[in-house]
T-cell receptor, first 112, second 111 residues
Framework: GDSVTQMEGPVTLSEEAFLTINCTYT??????LFWYVQYPGEGLQLLLK?????DKGSNKGFEATYRKETTSFHLEKGSVQVSDSAVYFC???????????FGKGTRLSVIA | DVKVTQSSRYLVKRTGEKVFLECVQD?????MFWYRQDPGLGLRLIYF???????EKGDIPEGYSVSREKKERFSLILESASTNQTSMYLC??????????FGNGTRLTVT
């Protein structure tokens, strides 16, 4: 079945550092890809998405590009802030009504 | 803004109790989902529903059941709570071909 693998955490960075969180997927079709973020004490929020190959999703300074040839959707941000400290989840869906499949999450801590 | 409301943020129950976790969404979404979240395991799908009175098993349905009598409400039921069901439970909804919207979660402790 479909699956998502993302880098293990926790990741600790200093403020203004460059962030990459790796995500690769296995899917039989052409899924849509998502990054969700979970701030402490809250549910998950959609951060960005991409629905087809070579699409770039972006939001709040975060970016991820749908790479079909490497089955990847790595999350990047050029300069992280303390407020970016959260758990980040990569996910895929065959769209329609099907449930999302999530990675295990990567905890990011940004220190001032 | 879509609102998915879970009735309790924290619950403490005893082993063997029947537990109801309630979830309500206000945007007329067809699809609703229950996940549990555990450290190191990420989110795992318990049950989902495409429409009223419809339900589908997810990856870990054992020990759980669900009820969807109205479109906006999706309840997760632990028939006889056990300590290994101590977890964070997340409800989510989505319309067709759109991203998921999550509630804030219910942290359940079974003692």
């Amino acid at each position: 079945g479909d699956s998502v693998t993302q880098m293990e955490g926790p990741v600790t960075l200093s403020e203004e550092a460059f962030l990459t969180i790796n995500c690769t997927y296995t899917a039989t079709g052409y899924p849509s890809l998502f990054w969700y973020v979970q701030y402490p004490g809250e549910g998950l929020q959609l951060l960005l998405k991409a629905t087809k190959a070579d699409d770039k999703g972006s939001n709040k300074g975060f970016e991820a590009t749908y790479r079909k040839e490497t089955t990847s959707f790595h999350l990047e941000k050029g300069s992280v802030q303390v407020s970016d400290s959260a758990v980040y989840f990569c996910a895929l869906s065959d769209w329609g009504n099907t449930p999302l499949v999530f990675g295990k999450g990567t905890r990011l801590s940004v220190i001032a | 803004d879509v609102k998915v409301t879970q009735s309790s943020r924290y619950l403490v129950k005893r082993t063997g109790e029947k537990v109801f976790l309630e979830c309500v969404q206000d945007m007329d979404h067809e699809n609703m989902f229950w996940y549990r979240q555990d450290p190191g395991l990420g989110l795992r799908l318990i049950y989902f529903s495409y429409d009223v009175k419809m339900k589908e098993k997810g990856d870990i349905p054992e020990g759980y059941s669900v009820s969807r009598e109205k479109k906006e409400r999706f309840s997760l039921i632990l028939e006889s709570a056990s300590t290994n069901q101590t977890s964070m439970y997340l409800c989510a909804s989505r319309p067709y071909n759109s991203p998921l919207h999550f509630g804030n979660g219910t942290r359940l402790t079974v003692t």
